[in-house]
């Protein structure tokens, strides 16, 4: 499988990464705890193979083991990485962290990086950026999990399904879902990678 996608990888200095480092140690346990049991990118004992296991279990259960019709709603978020609010991130970062000095450390690291515009993006490549990533797409999963409860929903990164016995409910969560993104966090679905 290839992504033909190209992508602009930032890489940070030796000097830099020791401190993207140091902060990623410090606070990704704070948030790690919070972070639902299915997002599975960039976290300690997650990743591909797992995601891929548990997405067959829901599928087993949705479709009574192939008994019936199971469905899924694949996602995607348009340019994610570069879409960031560094405003947004920096609220959802003071609601768990509230050592001044961490902080300012942390909006240095945010306001680091652009894509060309201020205040949006955030660096691809990097080890606190993946988790950047994951406090910010937290509120999408709490969003689908809490208010939609939606029980089959998996996240990796910014690509994430849902699967449903009904075709039509999940279509009917997409316009939920863009709307929730463009308001809440500034984002916006992929219009040709969201499939059913």
Same mark, same amino acid.
């Given at each position: $499988?290839? +992504?033909?996608?190209? %992508? !602009?990888?930032?890489?940070?200095?030796?000097?830099?990464?020791?401190? !993207? @480092?140091?902060?990623?140690?410090?606070?990704?346990?704070?948030? /790690?705890?919070?972070?639902?049991?299915?997002?599975?990118?960039?976290?300690?004992? =997650?990743?591909? !193979?797992?995601?891929?296991?548990?997405?067959?279990?829901?599928?087993?259960? #949705?479709?009574?083991?192939?008994?019936?019709? *199971?469905?899924?709603?694949? $996602?995607?978020?348009?340019?994610?990485?570069?879409?960031? +609010? !560094?405003?947004?991130?920096? #609220?959802?970062? %003071?609601? *768990?962290? =509230?050592?001044?000095?961490?902080?300012?450390?942390?909006?240095?690291?945010?306001?680091?990086?652009? #894509?060309?515009? +201020?205040?949006?993006?955030?660096?691809?490549?990097?080890?606190?950026? @993946?988790?950047?990533?994951? &406090?910010?797409?937290?509120?999408?999963?709490?969003? &689908? =999990? @809490?208010?939609?409860?939606?029980?089959?929903?998996?996240?990796? *990164? /910014?690509?994430?399904?849902?699967?449903?016995?009904? @075709?039509?409910?999940? $279509? *009917?969560?997409?316009?939920?879902?863009?709307?929730?993104?463009? /308001?809440?966090?500034?984002?916006?679905?992929?219009? =040709?990678?969201?499939?059913?």
């Amino acid at each position: $499988m290839t +992504d033909p996608k190209q %992508r !602009h990888i930032s890489k940070a200095s030796v000097k830099d990464r020791l401190v !993207h @480092q140091l902060i990623y140690s410090t606070i990704s346990p704070i948030f /790690d705890r919070k972070f639902i049991f299915h997002s599975f990118s960039s976290r300690i004992g =997650k990743g591909t !193979h797992l995601a891929i296991t548990h997405l067959n279990r829901m599928v087993r259960k #949705v479709s009574a083991n192939g008994t019936r019709h *199971c469905y899924g709603l694949k $996602m995607d978020v348009k340019h994610f990485f570069d879409s960031v +609010d !560094h405003k947004i991130l920096k #609220v959802l970062l %003071r609601k *768990c962290i =509230k050592d001044s000095k961490i902080l300012k450390i942390i909006d240095a690291i945010i306001d680091s990086f652009n #894509v060309g515009v +201020d205040g949006k993006g955030i660096a691809l490549g990097n080890v606190i950026s @993946q988790l950047f990533a994951n &406090i910010y797409l937290h509120e999408l999963d709490d969003y &689908i =999990k @809490q208010v939609l409860r939606e029980p089959f929903y998996l996240r990796y *990164c /910014d690509d994430f399904i849902i699967l449903s016995s009904d @075709q039509h409910h999940l $279509m *009917c969560l997409i316009d939920k879902i863009g709307i929730f993104l463009a /308001d809440r966090l500034q984002l916006e679905l992929h219009p =040709k990678k969201s499939d059913s």
